[in-house]
């Protein structure tokens, strides 16, 4: 089984620069970035590094996700943000996740050994909405033990997983989505603890208020499927 790694980015020269020095590529058969056109060098770093470029033409991260599926080759894809949130040092972790028998693996903010960036904040807002959609989708739809992280976009998958799942999400629903039909399907979902660090440099893609909206919006819209 090979193994394929993944690198997402839009404008991430900083975070690059950080963390790919420190990816697996030695444990890799193959290491991709999928780019939505940035404009700041992330794109000439990636090459310089030897990682190969899958355009984006269309934005969103689930549209992403479906580009990297369907121009590599890899049994196994682990998904990966070099903004400084994720730990290049559980790339392995979730490859061997899936080798061990996993469909899907979660790297979790949310487990005992975990760390949330929200952890020590007085109010931890995005902390909680988390949960709050981790808790929905596994009263209605999980018969497995309980996954604490649905949202996370830190995560590995089989292709032949993805495949089944088929995700329609074009942005930040993708995972949310991935979590939920796997649990409806009963796949085999394992998590391994993480610790989130801080943002190395520039904004989230994300803002909180509109991604919280998509997410109700996806989940009112699985309740009637």
């Known amino acids: 089984m090979t193994r394929t790694l993944v690198l997402l980015t839009l404008n991430e020269i900083d975070g690059c620069k950080a963390l790919v020095p420190r990816l697996p590529f030695d444990k890799?058969?193959?290491?991709v970035?999928?780019?939505a056109n940035s404009t700041d060098g992330t794109q000439e770093f990636l090459t310089?590094?030897?990682v190969r470029i899958l355009t984006q033409e269309r934005r969103?991260?689930?549209e992403a996700f479906r580009v990297a599926v369907r121009n590599t080759t890899g049994d196994y894809l682990v998904f990966f943000s070099p903004d400084g949130n994720e730990d290049p040092a559980d790339?392995?972790?979730l490859f061997e996740a899936l080798e061990g028998g996993a469909d899907m693996a979660i790297a979790s903010r949310f487990l005992p050994a975990s760390k949330n960036e929200e952890d020590d904040a007085a109010l931890p807002l995005r902390k909680w909405t988390n949960q709050a959609f981790t808790m929905m989708a596994n009263t209605i739809w999980n018969r497995q033990p309980y996954i604490s992280d649905t949202i996370n976009g830190y995560r590995a998958i089989t292709r032949s997983a993805f495949a089944l799942l088929s995700p329609e999400s074009m942005g930040y629903t993708v995972e949310y989505e991935l979590t939920i039909r796997a649990m409806k399907k009963r796949l085999k979902i394992v998590e391994i603890p993480t610790i989130e660090g801080?943002?190395?440099?520039g904004k989230t893609k994300g803002?909180?208020?509109?991604?919280?909206?998509?997410?109700?919006r996806f989940f009112?819209?699985?309740?009637?499927?």
Not at 28 to 31: A, C, L, P, S
Not at 198 to 201: D, P, Q, S, T
């Open 48 to 50: 310089s590094a030897g």
């Open 91 to 93: 790339i392995l972790r």
């Open 220 to 225: 009112l819209g699985e309740l009637v499927r």
């Open 198 to 201: 801080e943002r190395i440099a």
């Open 207 to 216: 803002p909180s208020l509109q991604v919280g909206m998509a997410f109700l």
């Open 60 to 62: 969103g991260r689930g």
């Open 33 to 35: 970035a999928v780019d």
């Open 28 to 31: 890799m058969d193959e290491v």
